[in-house]
Structure formats: structure tokens, C-alpha cells
């Protein structure tokens, strides 16, 4: 989801904003916005969000290095949750 949408800011589309429950990210052709989302009377009452500014570039490798560092996690652990079937199955066949 979020290469698509790098790749919409880097083909030039204006504002491509996405949103959880914690931040706004809003991404042009040469930065990316990550803006603290407001909640309740924050919306209303003037507060200015915390908020951060990189270039795309910067977040399409930050993406790009996220994706690998949960796949490694995975992989490691992948093989922690395997070993502990294998003993399971052992016991219960004992």
C-alpha cells in the first residue's frame, strides 16, 4: 500500500494523503508530511499538530528498509515458532 502510493506522488498527483489512528502522512513530488492527528476540541481550538517533514526519497527508502527488517524478523522467528511445533508434536507423540 504504501509503495502505491509513493508511486502516485512520484508520477506528479498532488496531496496523497494516508491516515491511521495516529498520524497524517501527506505526500507531494518532493516531500513527505507526517503530521499527529487531532482528536475533539484539538480539531477545533487552534492547536497546530506536531509534525515532520522529509523527502519522498527518504521515505520510499525508509519503506523499502521497514519491509525488510519485518521479513527478517519473521524469517528469525519463523524458526523459533517451527522448533517449538516440532518439541510440541514430539511430546504428545511420546
Not at 494516508?18 to 502522512?25: F, M, S
Request: glycine residues 4%; negative net charge; hydrophobic residues 45%.
Amino acid at each position: 500500500m504504501f509503495l502505491n502510493e509513493i508511486a502516485k506522488a512520484e508520477a506528479g498527483e498532488p496531496n496523497v494523503v494516508i491516515g491511521n489512528h495516529e498520524v497524517w502522512v501527506i505526500m507531494s513530488a518532493d516531500k513527505v508530511i507526517i503530521e499527529d492527528m487531532l482528536y475533539g476540541d484539538d480539531k477545533t481550538n487552534g492547536t497546530v499538530p506536531e509534525r515532520t517533514e522529509i523527502s519522498l526519497a527518504e521515505t520510499k527508502q525508509l519503506v523499502l528498509a521497514w519491509r525488510e527488517a519485518v521479513k527478517l524478523w519473521y524469517a528469525e522467528h519463523r524458526e523459533d515458532e517451527d522448533a517449538a511445533a516440532l518439541t510440541y508434536a514430539r511430546s504428545y507423540l511420546n
